[in-house]
């Protein structure tokens, strides 16, 4: 059976890596979880495990990058303030979100 692949790149493993963190509300020291660990071990023996560190490292770099990308969207003669909140939830959570405002 033919079954199409695509090259390893971890670059883009550690960032939907951290895009899938964020969507699901995982909090970054999930990834200490022994059987979280051998189940990324399992799909990809060769894959480098990141810490909680590297995680929020990343998401730093990407709110950077996503900021950017938002404000290449917006219209330039409207003053706009953008705002990254993230906050952990007494039950876990961690919660996510983007806000953004502007006058008309």
Do not use: Q
């Amino acid at each position: 059976m033919d079954i199409e692949t695509f090259e390893f790149h971890h670059d883009t493993w550690n960032r939907h890596h951290v895009f899938g963190f964020v969507s699901a509300h995982i909090p970054w020291n999930a990834i200490s979880n022994l059987e979280l660990r051998r189940s990324y071990k399992a799909l990809y023996n060769d894959l480098v495990l990141l810490s909680a560190t590297t995680l929020s490292n990343i998401c730093r770099r990407e709110y950077t990058l996503t900021l950017d990308a938002i404000k290449k969207k917006l219209r330039s003669r409207n003053p706009v303030s953008l705002a990254l909140d993230r906050w952990t939830s007494l039950n876990k959570l961690a919660i996510t979100s983007v806000i953004g405002y502007y006058m008309d």
